[in-house]
């Protein structure tokens, strides 16, 4: 499953059906190629993580450097202007990840193998994907996160600087990797 979320955590495009094992460029060439494909607004992009390379719309963090977010969370205060980047890139682009763990946790289904067909399992994916997206835009608060409190840290570190929210055409993309395959 390749899927991209909004800042506010809504799905705005998912493709399903390729194999675990496929390399995440295989799959974002297809996703991009398709006629109704996944489309970057002009001089927006998407942050992708490092299986990705950078290229037009989609932005990688620096290979070689210090990039998840545990890794500043003990005092390590980043030295090289690509380690501030990669720190500013992983604090961002985690919202792509607690998008994916809310859709696992409210639909068990995908917590585990799939014993349908699938074509069925795909359109399960998406309903759930779809389900997702109305809990956010209909609920002020969502149950789950209520709920889980401080069990679903948005890990952002906390900068008044770093207030990628306002920016509109920023997205997230993951290759979904920890998601049943289908």
């Known amino acids: 499953m390749l899927g991209v979320c909004t800042p506010d955590m809504h799905f705005v495009y998912v493709l399903l059906g390729w194999e675990g094992s496929v390399a995440d460029g295989q799959v974002?060439?297809?996703?991009?190629?398709?006629?109704?494909?996944?489309?970057?607004?002009?001089g927006c992009y998407y942050l992708v993580d490092a299986g990705y390379?950078?290229?037009?719309?989609?932005?990688?963090?620096?290979r070689g450097q210090r990039y998840?977010?545990?890794?500043?969370?003990?005092?390590?205060?980043?030295?090289?202007?690509?380690?501030?980047?990669?720190?500013?890139?992983?604090?961002?682009?985690?919202?792509?990840?607690?998008?994916?763990?809310?859709?696992?946790?409210?639909?068990g289904i995908?917590?585990?193998?799939?014993?349908?067909?699938?074509?069925v399992h795909n359109r399960i994916i998406i309903a759930c994907c779809l389900l997702q997206n109305f809990i956010r835009t209909y609920m002020s608060l969502d149950p789950i996160e209520e709920e889980l409190g401080e069990v679903l840290?948005?890990?952002?570190?906390?900068?008044?600087e770093h207030k990628y929210s306002s920016v509109g055409c920023m997205g997230y993309l993951e290759d979904g990797t920890n998601q049943p395959n289908v």
């Open 153 to 160: 840290p948005s890990n952002v570190i906390d900068d008044d």
């Open 53 to 62: 390379i950078n290229c037009e719309g989609f932005l990688a963090p620096f």
């Open 28 to 42: 974002l060439r297809d996703a991009i190629s398709r006629r109704h494909g996944l489309k970057v607004p002009h």
């Open 110 to 119: 995908l917590r585990s193998p799939s014993f349908y067909p699938v074509r």
């Open 68 to 107: 998840h977010l545990n890794e500043w969370r003990h005092s390590y205060q980043p030295s090289t202007p690509e380690e501030i980047f990669n720190m500013k890139h992983a604090s961002a682009r985690n919202v792509i990840e607690r998008c994916f763990g809310l859709l696992k946790l409210r639909w």
